[in-house]
């Protein structure tokens, strides 16, 4: 719906943070504190998201503005807090760790294998899955879709656009706030000042290249993640810094943005030549009928 | 060619597109630099081992996640 929220980093950072601290100090036992941590996680990503959500409904604030700056002060506010909540382990400041009863374990996927799948992961499944329902099969989604391709006639058919923005500020930076769940069960178990950054602005890439498609985006993160994965035996391997991907994956995107442009245009006029080869046939079929 | 394989060729076209162009253009800035474009896409194109897959899957399902996060507003 022309919302774009840039702050998916911002709000996986508070979200993860939120989460963990809460995950450490296990008010409820076993399972239980992990279900109502990925609650935390998803009320405090929706927070952190719907004050830039109700800065654009009240006070007509863009959000690519609010959500950028957004970023900048949750990375400082987490880091600020994580010196209250956390204790120094080496290098690091990290929050406690969640009791091992919490912790969600991992899936083996090959025998021979050392690393294994984040149990968690299933998350993104059930997270498309529900983005796809109600993106296609509920009324909310067709309100959605409608807003961003046609404001006016949504307005027109009774759509609350203010309340649509919002709402979907809100389910975004829930979404955001799962980010972090897979690897803070499966194997970091504490939010720590190591936290990897940046996941939240590859994410917008992965959306652009998947074309917001729940199937599109699946494809543009296992493609963005084979390269990042490809590219780390390059210094040892081939003796080229394994940034050089990272060039990569960024000519990706903005080379995806002008070719779906240049093949909208050659659909148009491949369909503008049917139109009129259609046209000049037909008043031969009505001499022909006569 | 029928419309449906149309559709489908012409919806497979742009990410071909840029990936192609993607490429090419990381082929031009490796020889800038003096490094040897045939290392980076054999280690890059090498199909990877299990413990690598697993990692590929992982980052995956995160990246999923976000990319989904962002693509609610768009």
Redesign the interface.
């Given at each position: 719906?022309?919302?774009?929220?840039i702050g998916?980093e911002g709000?996986?950072i508070v979200a993860t943070f939120a989460a963990a601290v809460f995950a450490g100090q296990a008010f409820l036992p076993g399972a239980f504190n992990t279900m109502a941590t990925i609650f935390v996680a998803m009320a405090a990503?929706a927070a952190w998201a719907g004050i830039a959500g109700l800065l654009r409904v009240t006070r007509g604030v863009s959000?690519v503005i609010s959500t950028i700056m957004l970023n900048a002060i949750a990375l400082a506010l987490v880091a600020y807090l994580l010196r209250r909540a956390g204790s120094r382990e080496g290098q690091a400041i990290v929050t406690d760790e969640i009791p091992e009863s919490s912790w969600v374990p991992n899936i083996s996927?090959?025998p021979?294998?050392?690393?294994?799948?984040?149990g968690l992961?299933v998350?993104?499944v059930v997270?498309?899955v529900a983005?796809s329902i109600l993106l296609n099969r509920t009324r909310f989604g067709f309100n959605l879709r409608a807003t961003?391709q046609a404001e006016t006639a949504a307005v027109a058919s009774g759509v609350d656009v203010k309340r649509m923005v919002l709402y979907?500020?809100l389910?975004?930076?829930a979404?955001?706030g799962?980010?972090g769940m897979?690897?803070l069960f499966?194997s970091s178990h504490q939010y720590g000042s190591t936290i990897q950054t940046g996941?939240?602005f590859?994410?917008?890439a992965?959306?652009l290249?998947?074309r917001?498609s729940?199937w599109g985006?699946?494809?543009?993160?296992?493609i963005?993640?084979?390269?990042?994965?490809?590219?780390n035996?390059?210094g040892i391997?081939?003796?080229?810094s394994p940034d050089?991907?990272a060039?990569?994956?960024g000519?990706?995107v903005l080379?995806?943005v002008?070719?779906?442009e240049?093949?909208r245009r050659?659909?148009v006029s491949l369909e503008q030549q049917e139109v009129a080869q259609a046209l000049s046939e037909e008043p031969e079929m009505q001499e022909a009928t006569r | 060619m029928t419309p449906a394989l149309r559709k489908v060729a012409?919806s497979m076209?742009?990410?071909l597109?840029?990936?192609g162009?993607?490429?090419l253009?990381?082929t031009l800035?490796?020889l800038g630099a003096g490094?040897?474009p045939a290392?980076?896409w054999?280690?890059?194109?090498?199909w990877?081992?299990?413990?690598?897959?697993?990692?590929?899957?992982?980052?995956?399902?995160?990246?999923?996640?976000?990319?989904?996060?962002?693509?609610?507003?768009?």
């Amino acid at each position: 719906m022309n919302l774009f929220n840039i702050g998916v980093e911002g709000q996986y950072i508070v979200a993860t943070f939120a989460a963990a601290v809460f995950a450490g100090q296990a008010f409820l036992p076993g399972a239980f504190n992990t279900m109502a941590t990925i609650f935390v996680a998803m009320a405090a990503g929706a927070a952190w998201a719907g004050i830039a959500g109700l800065l654009r409904v009240t006070r007509g604030v863009s959000e690519v503005i609010s959500t950028i700056m957004l970023n900048a002060i949750a990375l400082a506010l987490v880091a600020y807090l994580l010196r209250r909540a956390g204790s120094r382990e080496g290098q690091a400041i990290v929050t406690d760790e969640i009791p091992e009863s919490s912790w969600v374990p991992n899936i083996s996927l090959f025998p021979d294998s050392v690393t294994k799948f984040f149990g968690l992961g299933v998350l993104a499944v059930v997270a498309g899955v529900a983005f796809s329902i109600l993106l296609n099969r509920t009324r909310f989604g067709f309100n959605l879709r409608a807003t961003g391709q046609a404001e006016t006639a949504a307005v027109a058919s009774g759509v609350d656009v203010k309340r649509m923005v919002l709402y979907s500020m809100l389910l975004s930076g829930a979404v955001a706030g799962l980010i972090g769940m897979p690897q803070l069960f499966g194997s970091s178990h504490q939010y720590g000042s190591t936290i990897q950054t940046g996941i939240g602005f590859t994410g917008i890439a992965v959306a652009l290249l998947g074309r917001n498609s729940p199937w599109g985006i699946a494809a543009g993160a296992l493609i963005f993640a084979y390269l990042t994965e490809q590219a780390n035996p390059l210094g040892i391997v081939a003796g080229i810094s394994p940034d050089i991907i990272a060039v990569t994956q960024g000519v990706v995107v903005l080379s995806v943005v002008i070719a779906y442009e240049v093949v909208r245009r050659y659909r148009v006029s491949l369909e503008q030549q049917e139109v009129a080869q259609a046209l000049s046939e037909e008043p031969e079929m009505q001499e022909a009928t006569r | 060619m029928t419309p449906a394989l149309r559709k489908v060729a012409l919806s497979m076209a742009a990410p071909l597109l840029a990936f192609g162009v993607a490429g090419l253009v990381t082929t031009l800035i490796l020889l800038g630099a003096g490094d040897k474009p045939a290392d980076f896409w054999n280690t890059i194109l090498s199909w990877p081992e299990n413990r690598n897959l697993v990692n590929i899957l992982n980052y995956s399902a995160i990246l999923y996640l976000s990319g989904l996060a962002a693509a609610i507003g768009f």
